[in-house]
């Protein structure tokens, strides 16, 4: 059975949550009876999502998380916690591609540390810090989810094309990060299954600039890959914690 099935007023959290698939999140649970209370994290602007509060301004709350800030994201539970003593699915939509001063690295000629250090700084660090802020919200006697978005592109075994070097590594370094993030759950919140996801290629601002190669058929708008990530977490069970699933339930490997 599906897991929000199984409980009565879940309050769920969304950090990422001003654009792509993290507000596209937002959007499914505002229609979705069984939440109660969502909580949703943005960066710096956010126009969508606040209107969206705005109009929903019992269901939903929206908190600033730089998840490059540890003290932010501290501030953030706090107020989470002020309001709610448990969380029952929360997601981690944050991720970073490319930006202004960012290109993605095609060659080795491209290396350079400060790019690097970004990258893990946005890609891999902030999940295991919200890992730490989050475990009290965790530990109560209902099943819950803790899901972090990784990618594909980060599985060392599937890497054939090379290229992206901070980014892969970045998505790696979150895999191993929330994998032993799930062992010590499993010992302190075992009603936690902590699973990171791949998406699919999902039409965003994060894989626009790289679309052209990508067959029609492929390219899978926000809602789709929403409602096909909700069907692989509402059916994960608790010996799925800690493992890697691509949107379609496959196991990918790491
Ligand atoms: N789209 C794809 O094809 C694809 C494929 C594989 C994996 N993914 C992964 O899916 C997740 C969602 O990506 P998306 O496609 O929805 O991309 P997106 O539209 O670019 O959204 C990325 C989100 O991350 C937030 N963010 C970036 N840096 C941040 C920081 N320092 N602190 C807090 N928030 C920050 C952005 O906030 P701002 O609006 O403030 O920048 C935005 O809400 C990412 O982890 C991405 O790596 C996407």
Redesign the pocket.
């Known amino acids: 059975m599906s897991f929000l099935n199984q409980i009565t007023d879940a309050n769920v959290l969304i950090v990422?949550?001003?654009?792509?698939?993290?507000l596209g999140f937002v959007q499914k649970f505002l229609q979705d009876q069984r939440i109660a209370k969502i909580y949703a994290t943005?960066?710096?602007s956010?126009s969508e999502l606040i209107t969206l509060e705005s109009e929903n301004a019992e269901k939903l709350t929206c908190l600033q998380?730089?998840?490059?800030e540890e003290s932010q994201i501290i501030e953030a539970v706090q107020k989470i916690r002020a309001e709610v003593n448990k969380l029952n699915f929360a997601i981690n939509?944050?991720?970073?591609?490319h930006d202004e001063t960012i290109q993605p690295e095609k060659s080795l000629r491209q290396i350079n540390s400060d790019n690097l250090l970004r990258y893990f700084q946005?890609?891999s660090i902030?999940s295991v810090l919200l890992a730490k802020h989050l475990l009290p919200l965790f530990r109560h006697q209902e099943r819950n989810i803790f899901a972090t978005?990784s990618?594909k592109v980060g599985s060392i075994g599937d890497n054939q094309l090379g290229g992206w070097y901070g980014y892969r590594a970045s998505k790696a370094a979150l895999n191993m990060f929330m994998r032993t993030v799930a062992i010590e759950y499993g010992r302190n919140s075992p009603k936690t299954i902590v699973v990171t996801l791949?998406?699919?290629?999902?039409d965003?601002?994060?894989?626009r600039p790289f679309q052209s190669n990508v067959p029609a058929e492929k390219l899978f708008s926000v809602e789709r890959t929403v409602s096909q990530l909700l069907a692989v977490i509402e059916q994960l069970k608790q010996e799925d914690s800690g493992q890697f699933f691509s949107w379609d339930g496959s196991r990918l490997p790491w």
């Not at 990422?16 to 993290?22: E, F, H, K, L, V």
């Not at 939509?93 to 591609?97: D, E, S």
């Open positions: 990422g949550a001003s654009q792509g698939i993290g943005y960066r710096e956010a998380i730089d998840i490059t939509c944050v991720g970073l591609l946005v890609n902030g978005i990618a791949h998406p699919g290629t999902t965003t601002r994060l894989s």
